[in-house]
């Protein structure tokens, strides 16, 4: 076969599934979103796709999207490539042009994010640039037990969360949004982030901690693969930053991946965010990838 560019249908799935696994930690994302516990495919298909290229026969290149705008590329072996176009990118644009109305954003590896600029014929907004780290220290027989210096005063309770305390977090959750996601503050949209929240409690794992009832610090997965799970939203109130907190909820959170999923973790933090990174350092993360998301301006 030579090479081309086609829409995932049900029989490429399994080869495509193969080729996100062999990407992991960086394709997590993926990964989760071709296959969740017992959902294999595409949530939900009539609002996302899946583009393919293969060369001679093989899987090469993958490009996930979604009606919201939201691109997540994965291209194999193009690490220090920013400057070189996707594989047949001619047949890119017009595949874009049919399943996008317009692009929000794209996220993933930098080489690979950075590569697809030139398709999508819209001014960039914000492009900012991350650090994507792992943790691979999980033995096959043995956890390895992450210390740290001794709890913070005052101690923090620590729970894993459920769907019903959607109302409890949302504070936690609009204080993240607000300072970590949103480029414009002034556009959080209440309803939107409490439907955000409440459909990451039914479908991930996320650890809070809380001084008394008040919860002041969280951290949980954003998607689940099949060797890698991607922690996100780790935020704490800023009155008690810096106090090790966070160190406690993420290390309660890589804990039950590693014993009871036997899943390594990952995630991506911003550049200029020193305090975030050192913390995962500590907690055993390496740098593994130039990571990116660059946003759009609309049409």
Not at 78 to 97: I, N, T, V, Y
């Amino acid at each position: 076969m030579g090479k081309a560019w086609s829409v995932m249908k049900t029989k490429h799935l399994d080869p495509i599934i193969s080729f996100s696994a062999k990407e992991e930690p960086v394709s997590t994302a993926v990964s989760w979103r071709l296959e969740s516990g017992t959902r294999k495919g595409l949530r939900d298909p009539s609002a996302e796709r899946v583009l393919f290229h293969e060369s001679d026969g093989a899987i090469d290149g993958i490009v996930y999207l979604n009606r919201s705008g939201l691109i997540l590329p994965l291209f194999k072996d193009r690490q220090g490539s920013q400057k070189q176009l996707p594989p047949d990118s001619d047949m890119l644009r017009p595949l874009f042009r049919r399943y996008l109305h317009s692009v929000h954003s794209i996220m993933g590896r930098q080489c690979d994010v950075t590569s697809l600029n030139p398709l999508i014929g819209q001014n960039i907004r914000k492009a900012i640039d991350y650090h994507f780290l792992a943790d691979d220290r999980m033995e096959k027989t043995e956890i390895i037990d992450r210390v740290l210096p001794g709890p913070p005063q005052p101690e923090i309770e620590i729970h894993r969360a459920k769907p019903t305390d959607t109302d409890k977090l949302f504070e936690l959750h609009k204080g993240y949004e607000m300072e970590e996601v949103l480029l414009d503050p002034d556009s959080f949209n209440p309803t939107a982030s409490m439907m955000q929240l409440k459909r990451q409690l039914q479908e991930q794992i996320v650890f809070y901690g809380t001084i008394g009832k008040t919860p002041i610090t969280k951290a949980g997965t954003n998607a689940i693969g099949w060797r890698y799970a991607q922690i996100g939203g780790v935020y704490t109130v800023p009155e008690y930053r810096r106090r090790g907190y966070a160190a406690q909820v993420v290390r309660s959170l890589m804990a039950l991946l590693e014993k009871e999923r036997r899943l390594h973790s990952c995630l991506f933090v911003k550049k200029r965010n020193r305090g975030a990174t050192e913390l995962y350092r500590a907690l055993g993360f390496e740098e593994r990838e130039q990571f990116r998301i660059t946003y759009y301006h609309p049409h």
